[in-house]
């Protein structure tokens, strides 16, 4: 297979992040399949006000590979918070935009180790990057972890909401601010589970990239999905709206946090 264009897009944030303020690049771990090496990318954006804030969060996108509008999604929405960091205030983003390298390079749901990362979370899993990203969703504590994934049997956006009891009050305008560009799933039962107003409520597939069962104060969770066969266009920028609308929803419990 040859490499997916998104590897492209991400040299070319790892480049607007030199000499920058805001962005910042890294790599949490590498492996190698077949004798090819592979890496996990991170990117930190610190936005203005943000570089001693305790408060992080998480976006995670790229684990199933053949939902590539993900990976692009949190690409875009760095590139614009790097031309606006102010739509950022007070926030320490940590975007892991490639959580499946092989899988994206593939085009498959699974990994080229055969199984679906998103299912072997905290089970002591073998596979390389369910380790490193466990390790990281560990030691940094996120105060909110977002998922991004793209669902070919939804007829619209909807979201799993989890963790924190404000976790619903985000995930609600998320949904809304994405109307924009896609409607919102429609009916009573989605991936198998009820719904109600396009939301998923403390129901979830076992293994999941979730934060550790343990971690206090629980954080919010938002499992964020748009229709996979809708334009990949209309997915991006659904998604960036939809994370846009969560930073500002969640700035005045921010706030709070900091005695601001």
């Given at each position: 297979?040859?490499?997916?264009?998104?590897?492209?897009?991400?040299?070319?944030?790892?480049?607007?992040?030199?000499?920058?303020?805001?962005?910042?690049?890294?790599?949490?771990?590498s492996?190698?399949h077949?004798?090819?090496?592979?890496?996990?990318?991170?990117f930190?954006?610190?936005?203005?006000?943000?570089?001693?804030?305790?408060?992080?969060?998480?976006?995670?996108?790229?684990?199933?590979?053949?939902?590539?509008?993900?990976?692009?999604?949190?690409?875009?929405f760095?590139?614009?918070?790097?031309?606006?960091?102010?739509?950022?205030?007070?926030?320490?983003?940590?975007?892991?935009?490639?959580?499946?390298?092989?899988?994206?390079?593939?085009?498959?749901?699974?990994?080229?180790g055969?199984?679906?990362?998103?299912?072997?979370?905290?089970q002591?899993?073998?596979?390389?990057e369910v380790?490193?990203?466990?390790?990281?969703?560990?030691?940094?504590a996120?105060?909110?972890?977002?998922s991004?994934?793209?669902?070919?049997?939804?007829?619209?956006?909807?979201?799993?909401?989890?963790?924190?009891?404000?976790?619903?009050?985000?995930?609600?305008?998320?949904?809304?601010?994405a109307?924009?560009?896609?409607p919102?799933?429609?009916?009573?039962?989605i991936?198998?589970?009820?719904?109600r107003?396009?939301?998923?409520?403390?129901?979830?597939?076992?293994?999941?990239?979730?934060?550790p069962?343990?971690?206090?104060p629980?954080p919010?969770?938002i499992i964020?999905?748009t229709?996979?066969l809708?334009?990949?266009h209309?997915?991006?920028?659904?998604?960036?709206?939809?994370?846009?609308?969560?930073?500002e929803e969640?700035?005045?419990?921010l706030?709070?946090?900091?005695?601001?």
């Amino acid at each position: 297979m040859g490499k997916h264009r998104l590897f492209s897009l991400v040299d070319d944030l790892r480049e607007r992040s030199i000499g920058s303020d805001h962005l910042f690049y890294s790599e949490i771990g590498s492996f190698c399949h077949d004798g090819t090496p592979y890496a996990l990318p991170r990117f930190l954006f610190l936005g203005p006000g943000a570089d001693d804030s305790p408060v992080r969060i998480a976006i995670f996108a790229g684990i199933h590979g053949d939902e590539p509008e993900t990976t692009e999604a949190a690409l875009e929405f760095l590139r614009r918070l790097s031309e606006n960091p102010e739509r950022a205030r007070g926030y320490q983003l940590f975007v892991y935009p490639v959580c499946n390298p092989t899988g994206l390079e593939d085009g498959t749901r699974h990994s080229r180790g055969g199984v679906d990362l998103n299912r072997e979370f905290w089970q002591a899993s073998r596979q390389p990057e369910v380790y490193y990203l466990e390790r990281e969703l560990g030691v940094l504590a996120f105060q909110g972890v977002i998922s991004l994934h793209a669902d070919d049997t939804a007829d619209g956006v909807y979201a799993f909401v989890r963790g924190a009891t404000l976790t619903e009050a985000l995930a609600r305008p998320a949904i809304a601010a994405a109307e924009k560009y896609l409607p919102r799933a429609t009916g009573e039962v989605i991936d198998n589970f009820p719904a109600r107003d396009a939301l998923i409520c403390n129901h979830c597939y076992d293994g999941i990239l979730t934060h550790p069962a343990e971690l206090r104060p629980v954080p919010f969770e938002i499992i964020f999905e748009t229709p996979n066969l809708a334009p990949s266009h209309l997915q991006v920028e659904a998604t960036v709206a939809a994370l846009d609308r969560i930073l500002e929803e969640y700035r005045p419990f921010l706030a709070i946090g900091q005695g601001l």
